[in-house]
């Protein structure tokens, strides 16, 4: 099965290292990263889709897509 995730968060250290964790745990780049401003808080947010094939498993609506 493939599985999709859009990681989210402020523009900083702390995304970059979320989406790194992701691609070492065998996560793949979906596209391109998007940027967005939020007027209420000042900041730079960004996000990147990744994706996986997990073999073995079938989906389900109740499975945490960041554990597999």
Request: charged share 25%.
């Amino acid at each position: 099965m493939k599985v999709y995730r859009f990681i989210t968060g402020p523009d900083d250290a702390a995304f970059c290292h979320r989406v790194t964790a992701a691609l070492n745990k065998g996560w793949e780049l979906s596209g391109s990263p998007s940027y967005a401003f939020n007027g209420k808080t000042g900041e730079m947010h960004c996000g990147q889709a990744v994706m996986k094939t997990v073999e073995g498993k079938e989906y389900s609506p109740e499975m945490k897509l960041g554990e597999q």
